[in-house]
């Protein structure tokens, strides 16, 4: 299997190309994101190949998710787990990191 992550893949120039030569090798492909920039590359992906991938979550609570990430975008990451799922990627998981005190209220 290949996972591809590290850095945000999804902001790697070519990435869906990359993905299809990958996916034509028939291995277990999946990849992690932000989700950021997801929205825009999720057909692409889903057309190169992709199936699986996992997008990183750890708040829905916009004060939250910017102390956490240092960012402002948890609307674009909402954003790309929709374009994800409507592209068709199987399965769409969300990972969460549950930090005592911080975000656990939202388990």
């Known amino acids: 299997s290949i996972r591809l992550t590290g ?3 999804t902001v790697r120039a070519h ?3 990359l993905v299809a ?3 034509a090798l028939g291995v277990d ?3 992690t994101t932000n989700g ?3 929205a825009a590359v999720a057909d692409d992906l889903a057309a190169a190949g992709l199936g699986r991938i996992n997008i990183s979550l750890d708040s829905l609570r916009r004060d939250r ?3 956490l990430t240092r960012r402002d975008e948890l609307d674009r990451v909402l954003a790309g787990i929709d374009a994800a ?3 068709g990627l199987d399965p769409v998981k969300l990972n969460v990191v ?3 005190g911080v975000n656990d209220d939202e388990a």
């Open 36 to 38: 950021a920039t997801l």
């Open 65 to 67: 998710f910017e102390a």
């Open 15 to 17: 990435l869906p190309v």
């Open 7 to 9: 850095g945000e893949p």
């Open 29 to 31: 492909l999946a990849l």
């Open 98 to 100: 549950m930090i005592r």
């Open 21 to 23: 030569k990958l996916a």
């Open 85 to 87: 799922v409507a592209a």
